[in-house]
C-alpha cells in the first residue's frame, strides 16, 4: 500500500509563511512519487498554497471541515468550499477538536458522511488519553470512536477514508515532553484498529484501509515506526512546520 505521510500545521504560519515552505517542499520533495503527501494548512492559507503546489506531488487538505453546505452557520466551512480552493482531504475528528471544541463522535460522523458526500478524502482521527489508556481502556476508546465515527460510511466509500491513530500522550505540540509510543504499542493497536475494519466492513476493505501513526513523529524515529507491518504512513504536527524536517521525515523510510 503506498504510504501516506501528512502535515498538520495546526493554527501556525501566516499566508506568507506558508507559502514560503510550500515552496521549499515543492523543490525538495519534488520527484518522490512512491509515497503520498500531503499538507494540511490553517483555512487562510489553503488558497494561496494551493497555486503553489498545484500539478505537483504534494497534496493539499484541511484541518477540519462543518457537515451543512451552506446557511446561517457563521464562521463554519463546507465540504464543497474546500474543493474550491484546492483541497484533496480533510482532517476529522483530531484529539484537540475533541478536547477544545467539543467535538464528539456524533459530530465526527456527520463531518465525514458530508465530505465523503463530496468526494473528499478524509482523515479519522482516534486515540486514547493517559488515564484511559492506565486503566486499560485504550482499545474500548478506539473501537467506539471507530464504530461511531463511521456509522453509516458506506463499504464503497471506505476507499476516501484514512485513520489516523494519534494516542494523546504521545502528541508532542502543545506538549513538549510527550514521547511517541513504542513501536510496539502502535503496531498493536493498528492491527486492532484493521481488526475493528474488517467487523465494520469486510476483510478487503480492513487491509486496503491506510492506517496512520501520529504522535512525535520525527525524521529519528519515522523509520522503525514506518518498518511496522499496520502503519501505512504518518500524521505528524511539530516536525512538518519546517520544511527540511517534514522533508527528512518523508525521505527517512
Ligand atoms: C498531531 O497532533 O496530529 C501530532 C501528531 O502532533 P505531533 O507530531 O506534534 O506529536
Same mark, same amino acid.
Given at each position: 500500500m503506498k504510504p501516506l505521510i501528512a502535515g498538520n500545521w495546526k493554527l501556525n504560519k501566516t499566508v506568507e509563511e506558508a507559502v514560503e515552505t510550500a515552496a521549499r517542499l515543492k523543490i525538495i520533495l519534488q520527484g518522490i512519487t512512491d509515497k503520498d503527501i500531503l499538507i494540511c494548512p490553517p483555512f487562510t492559507a489553503l488558497d494561496k498554497v494551493h497555486h503553489v503546489i498545484k500539478g505537483t506531488n504534494i497534496l493539499l487538505g484541511a484541518q477540519d471541515v462543518f457537515w451543512e453546505e451552506k446557511g446561517a452557520f457563521t464562521g463554519e466551512v463546507a465540504p464543497e468550499m474546500l474543493k474550491d480552493v484546492g483541497c484533496d482531504y480533510v482532517i476529522i475528528g483530531h484529539s484537540e477538536r475533541r478536547e477544545y471544541?467539543?467535538? =464528539?463522535d456524533e459530530t465526527v460522523n456527520k463531518k465525514i458522511r458530508s465530505s465523503l458526500a463530496d468526494e473528499l478524502n478524509v482523515i479519522l482521527c482516534v486515540g486514547e488519553s493517559l488515564e484511559q489508556r492506565k486503566a486499560g481502556k485504550q482499545e474500548t476508546v478506539v473501537e467506539q470512536q471507530l464504530e461511531k465515527g463511521l456509522k453509516g460510511v458506506k463499504k464503497a466509500d471506505m476507499k476516501f477514508v484514512t485513520i489516523a491513530y494519534e494516542p494523546i500522550w504521545a502528541?508532542? =505540540?502543545?506538549?513538549?515532553n510527550h514521547k511517541p509510543a513504542t513501536t510496539n504499542d502502535a503496531q498493536e493497536m493498528h492491527k486492532f484498529i484493521r481488526y475493528i475494519l474488517n467487523i465494520l466492513f469486510d476483510d478487503k476493505t480492513a487491509e486496503s484501509t491506510r492506517i496512520l501513526y501520529g504522535g512525535s513523529m520525527k525524521p529519528d524515529n519515522v523509520k522503525e515506526l514506518m518498518a511496522q507491518p499496520d502503519i501505512n504512513g504518518g500524521l505528524v504536527g511539530?516536525?512538518?512546520?519546517d520544511a527540511e524536517s517534514f522533508a527528512k521525515i518523508v525521505k527517512g523510510f
Open positions: 471544541f467539543n467535538e =464528539s502528541i508532542s =505540540s502543545g506538549n513538549p511539530g516536525a512538518s512546520l
